[in-house]
């Protein structure tokens, strides 16, 4: 699956809410960070479970619902990491693996490091600019099928429609190509991506993160959010 890779301008200020985050795309190297780091984050974010489908009911706990314990796992462990690798040329990571545990360490981690806070979502913009390079060169089709769900993780986060429609066009040859014991949760995955891609075109943004993000909700967000709107554990 080839895909085109959008163009951020070097430097570039993102914003968050009220708040800007640099972006410096820097030479395609790995100078200020440990590469080795990026295979000790994948083996514990996976812990096997690419090669031995049994884990997946452990490894879904601790990767959705184990709240405050695993955020200071991570805190403990890895809390340096998304600043030494935001920003990070694409071009720096020259196989899957490695990029593979780049987005997990923008997309996933802030989201334990930080949850509930605006910095939470401050490195999407970089993770998301990883996921369309391995997209564009095909390495998806490279990683497990569990991987290749968290690779894609970063479009599922995005606040544009286009995005949000890569997510589920994605997920859904995810899952055509899946093994039988990893299916279930593809499915289900491709449901998550339906649900969020449902939510930007009904808002064109996810109201949970309004508050975090000190922005003001609008009537409807703020029904919505009374209701039971998913907030995705933040």
């Not at 080839?2 to 410096?24: A, D, E, M, N, Y």
């Not at 340096?80 to 990571?93: D, K, N, T």
């Not at 990683?143 to 589920?168: A, C, D, N, W, Y």
């Not at 093994?179 to 891609?197: C, D, I, N, T, W």
Request: proline content about 5%; glycine content about 8%.
């Amino acid at each position: 699956m080839k895909r085109g890779l959008p163009k951020l301008p070097l430097g570039v200020q993102v914003p968050v809410g009220r708040h800007l985050f640099s972006l410096s795309f820097r030479k395609p190297n790995l100078t200020d960070a440990n590469p080795n780091i990026l295979h000790t984050v994948r083996a514990d974010w996976f812990g096997g479970v690419e090669e031995d489908a049994a884990l997946l009911g452990d490894c879904r706990k601790r990767w959705f619902q184990s709240g405050q314990s695993r955020d200071e796992e991570i805190r403990q462990q890895f809390a340096e990491l998304p600043e030494q690798f935001q920003g990070m040329a694409p071009g720096a990571f020259s196989e899957a693996g490695m990029l593979l545990g780049a987005v997990l360490v923008l997309d996933q981690f802030p989201r334990h490091l930080f949850r509930g806070m605006g910095r939470a979502f401050a490195y999407d913009a970089s993770a998301r600019q990883l996921t369309h390079h391995a997209l564009a060169q095909g390495w998806e089709r490279k990683l497990r099928e569990i991987e290749g769900l968290f690779l894609l993780m970063p479009l599922q986060h995005s606040e544009t429609l286009e995005e949000q429609k890569l997510s589920v066009q994605a997920a859904n040859e995810l899952l055509m190509r899946s093994r039988p014991g990893y299916r279930e949760m593809l499915e289900q995955s491709v449901e998550s991506a339906e649900k969020h891609r449902d939510i930007i075109v009904q808002f064109g943004r996810f109201p949970h993160r309004n508050q975090a993000l000190e922005r003001k909700s609008t009537e409807a967000e703020t029904e919505w959010l009374k209701a039971g709107g998913m907030r995705f554990g933040q």
